[in-house]
């Protein structure tokens, strides 16, 4: 997942720090990743122009380093690109929460934490990453996919996101190892205006847990191979809708 990704991990705990570079080497496969005690280390590594692609940063809103840090790392040239996780303290409330972090993609990690809240959080940074890079919109209702499988299985899914390229999908872990990595399928896509018709690829599948009722699911993505010109025009709408969602949803917020 981040194998070719530079990841910066900063805590004054050894231990913690260990736990934490271990956890991102052995569950996500990163090659390289720095890991620091302190602010005024991070900041160098930063000012030294090192393109940088995650960083898991103690947060203390007492500590000025702390803020000097996220202020160089929102002039970095990489800002945009950079996901930013801080680790905060259980009592952390809208108060402490940094200005600095106001253009850099951040998101918030509540102490104490065990190492599996830890890799989930990280996984659903980065299937945000992915989606937002591919121009992938995330759905807000119930939308059904049935996944005709070149292996002859037959599988109803639910639509998670989607863009002009392809899409993700969630269903409950199948007893039997019927998905497969690069296999073909014909997608059925229910939208608004109608049934999509799409002829597609397995690109990754991905184990994943609902913590309300312990059900296992397996989350798919999948890269549309060939689409007629009808449903690339409502294909095209649909995207639009949610494009327009979100930005209503934006500026609610």
């Known amino acids: 997942m981040l194998n070719s990704d530079t990841v910066l991990v900063v805590h004054g705990a050894t231990s ?18 720095i890991e620091l005690a302190s602010g005024e280390d991070a900041t160098s590594v930063v000012l030294s122009g090192k393109k940088i ?13 702390d803020k ?16 930013l996780t801080l680790m905060i303290d259980p009592d952390c409330d809208g108060t402490c929460m940094p200005h600095s972090t106001v253009g850099l993609n951040t998101e918030f990690l509540r102490k104490p934490f065990s190492i599996s809240e830890f890799v989930s959080k990280v996984k659903g940074v980065y299937i945000t990453k992915v989606s937002k890079a591919s121009g992938r919109h995330t759905i807000s209702g119930e939308n059904r ?28 872990r199948p007893e039997k190892r019927i998905l497969a990595v690069y296999d073909s399928a014909r ?12 002829d597609a690829e397995l690109m990754r599948i991905e184990n994943d847990k609902d913590r309300n009722n312990g059900k296992k699911f397996v989350k798919v993505a999948f890269r549309f191979t060939s689409i007629s010109d009808g449903d690339k025009k409502i294909l095209n709408r649909f995207v639009e809708s949610l494009e327009e969602e979100e930005s209503l949803d934006e500026l609610v917020e």
């Open 16 to 33: 913690v720090r260990r736990h934490l570079v271990n956890a991102i080497k052995t569950q996500f496969g990163c090659q390289e990743v």
């Open 53 to 65: 692609d995650w960083v898991f940063y103690d947060w203390d809103c007492h500590n000025q380093s």
């Open 68 to 83: 000097d840090f996220l202020d160089e790392l929102r002039q970095s040239e990489y800002a945009e690109s950079i996901s």
């Open 145 to 172: 996919v049935t996944a005709h499988l070149e292996s002859g299985y037959t599988v109803e899914l639910t639509l998670i996101d989607v863009s002009n390229s392809g899409c993700q999908l969630k269903v409950e």
């Open 187 to 198: 997608l059925e896509i229910s939208c608004p205006e109608s049934i999509l018709e799409v």
